[in-house]
């Protein structure tokens, strides 16, 4: 039976979950809100590379216009963060991921560059080849918001 079709009164599902009706709604083409406006938690991004990459050269040189690409979005909205994280995906298509936080936000190309490089040298060798590179940069906070944490000094 589908379940588009089936009147409303014989659709009790009391034995699922609260996202059956949310479910339902989807089958019978409902519209429903677009939340355009969401707080963004990350930028991001990455790219699935037609050859299989082997080395950790080729793979920095690859991982530099994505981290360009990143920077370019934090520089054009004035978001910085303070975990940078690395996506990996080889040809059998496993996927990992390395992360890092620091103790304030990353504030230039250059030190999320150090990151990302730090985070994909300290994984390699990888014993398959790498189908897919990601970088992104995450716990964000607005250049001139008030609620950015400063590093506090510790007495020695």
Known sequence: MDCRETPSR????????????????????????????RIRKSIGAENTFSVDLTTFDAMAVELRPLIDKVWRH????????RTVTLKVKFFD????????SVATVVSSRGCLESLAIALLQAEM??????????????????LGDDDVEPQLDLPV
């Open 10 to 37: 014989n659709r009790e599902f009391p034995t699922f979950s609260a996202g059956s009706k949310t479910l339902l709604d989807f089958a019978r083409r409902r519209p429903s809100a677009v939340r355009a406006n």
């Open 74 to 81: 934090c520089d054009s909205t004035g978001n910085r963060g």
């Open 93 to 100: 298509f496993e996927i990992i991921t390395r992360s890092r």
């Open 125 to 142: 060798p990888f014993l398959k080849s790498v189908r897919l590179l990601g970088v992104s940069l995450s716990s964000l906070h607005t």
